[in-house]
């Protein structure tokens, strides 16, 4: 079982609909959570950092966690064709590096 | 410079070449990490610099990888005697602070390896 899980997609979602992105993780003691956008050979980039449970909310993006269940989610609101990408949720634990799931890929259609 | 600078941006290597990627981080930043992707994969993390020191090598995934960072700015990762799994895109970060710090953790570009 891999440390950070996330479900593959591709997610297709209507322009203007909420895009719903889960992951979950293995590790308890993991303390930081990050949403990264990743677009087709590009690097990584951060849109989200949630570090307590409840939500944080950045524009049209809102971060829910939930360290009992080890699940974190990403919501998009009012979801663009800009926003097609690949969303990698990580992890940090005790040690220093990020623990990245594999990727869900989302596809927002006109 | 303005953000992490990694080169070659594409290398092909034939099998059982060496090759040595390079990155240049963030300037002042302390920590420094390398990341393999594989297509259609997350990053797995190989290793992790604070200053020159690596703190974490973890997750090189044999006695190929090698990297270095000697005067705790620019890193090299090396691989030697490349075989066709090493084929991916690796990916250099950087982050402000060290050990048990926060902070955004800032991409390169990666590098795209290819073995044939």
């Known amino acids: 079982q891999k440390e950070v899980e996330q479900n593959s997609g591709p997610l297709s979602v209507p322009e203007g609909a909420i895009a719903s992105l889960n992951c979950t993780y293995s590790d308890r003691v993991s303390q930081s959570f990050f949403w990264y956008r990743q677009y087709s050979g590009k690097s990584p980039e951060l849109i989200m950092s949630?570090?307590?449970?409840g939500d944080k909310e950045d524009g049209r993006f809102t971060a829910q966690l939930n360290k009992a269940s080890q699940y974190v989610s990403l919501l998009i609101r009012d979801s663009q064709p800009s926003d097609s990408a690949t969303y990698l949720c990580?992890?940090?634990?005790?040690?220093?590096?990020?623990?990245f799931g594999g990727g869900t890929r989302l596809m927002v259609k006109p | 410079g303005a953000g992490v600078s990694q080169s070659p941006r594409y290398k092909v290597a034939k099998r059982g070449q060496d090759v040595a990627l390079r990155c240049d981080p963030i300037s002042g930043h302390v920590s420094l990490f390398w990341y393999q992707q594989a297509l259609g994969q997350g990053p797995e993390f190989l290793t992790y610099?604070?200053?020159?020191?690596?703190?974490?090598k973890s997750g090189l995934p044999s006695d190929r990888f090698f990297a270095e960072r000697p005067e705790g700015s620019v890193s090299t990762l090396k691989i030697q005697r490349t075989q066709q799994e090493d084929s991916a895109v690796y990916l250099c970060a950087s982050r402000s602070r060290g050990q048990g710090g926060t902070g955004e953790l800032f991409f390169g570009e990666g590098s795209r390896l290819t073995v044939l």
């Open positions: 990580a992890v940090r634990g005790a040690g220093n590096m990020l623990t």
């Open positions: 949630i570090y307590s449970n």
């Open positions: 610099f604070q200053n020159e020191a690596q703190l974490d």
